[in-house]
């Protein structure tokens, strides 16, 4: 099963220095047949106005990846870590009993950024905070991990869930596969480009809900850069 959500019916709210969009049921927009998938709990599209920004707030016992796609972020926080993560990079925290963030655009141009909530395995535990460059060019025509709490993922920022976030760039006319295990829920947003997903079209910033299926094939209608969340129930 693979069902389709386009763009124009996410949920969302503009606030101005912010153009925020919501997969899921988030802050004030509330859908009771979107609450999260698996162990999938918030995807926001989010658009940062140059020199604005989030300022501090509290998190606890969440994964927080952030996909960059345009250009950059900046995060600092109460155990003294500070870093920038620009557009195709990643940055991951889990922040267990609590943590207190803010996360700027300090950039001249307007950021664009994927923020993906994944529910941890068990409460607790010790914030912390990563960011890592992933190279486009070793994604090109294949997944590659850039976040992930399962076995043999080690070269992925590590998470605390038993789920992985993968990026993929396609050109035009190419194709990949990524095969999921048993019992999966998989959620699929290109980044830019329309694609197929076992046939069904996907326009940029779509999503794609895929449940009971053993393996995705990707096409790319045109060049095309995706993001895919695979979660346990």
Not at 162 to 178: C, D, H, M, N, P
Request: charged share 20%; no cysteine; hydrophobic share 40%.
């Amino acid at each position: 099963m693979i069902e389709r959500r386009p763009f124009n019916s996410l949920g969302g709210a503009n606030h101005g220095w912010l153009d925020a969009k919501h997969h899921f049921s988030f802050a004030s927009y509330h859908d009771a047949a979107r609450m999260g998938w698996g162990a999938l709990r918030v995807w926001n599209d989010d658009t940062i106005a140059a020199n604005t920004g989030f300022p501090p707030h509290p998190h606890s016992d969440m994964e927080i990846i952030t996909y960059v796609r345009e250009g950059a972020i900046t995060h600092q926080d109460n155990l003294g870590n500070k870093g920038r993560t620009e557009a195709g990079d990643v940055q991951v925290m889990s922040a267990g009993t609590g943590i207190q963030h803010a996360e700027y655009n300090l950039e001249p141009d307007t950021t664009r950024i994927f923020q993906i909530w994944i529910i941890p395995d068990a409460r607790g535990g010790a914030p912390t905070w990563g960011s890592k460059p992933f190279p486009k060019g070793e994604r090109s025509g294949r997944f590659v991990t850039l976040a992930s709490g399962i076995a043999g993922d080690e070269d992925a920022l590590p998470i605390r869930a038993q789920a992985r976030v993968l990026g993929l760039t396609l050109a035009a006319g190419e194709s990949a596969e990524y095969v999921f295990g048993e019992n999966r829920y998989g959620y699929l947003v290109p980044a830019k480009g329309a694609i197929e997903v076992n046939g069904v079209r996907l326009e940029a910033r779509d999503g794609a809900a895929i449940r009971n299926e053993g393996a995705i094939t990707v096409k790319a209608l045109d060049d095309a850069e995706v993001v895919l969340v695979d979660s346990a129930p």
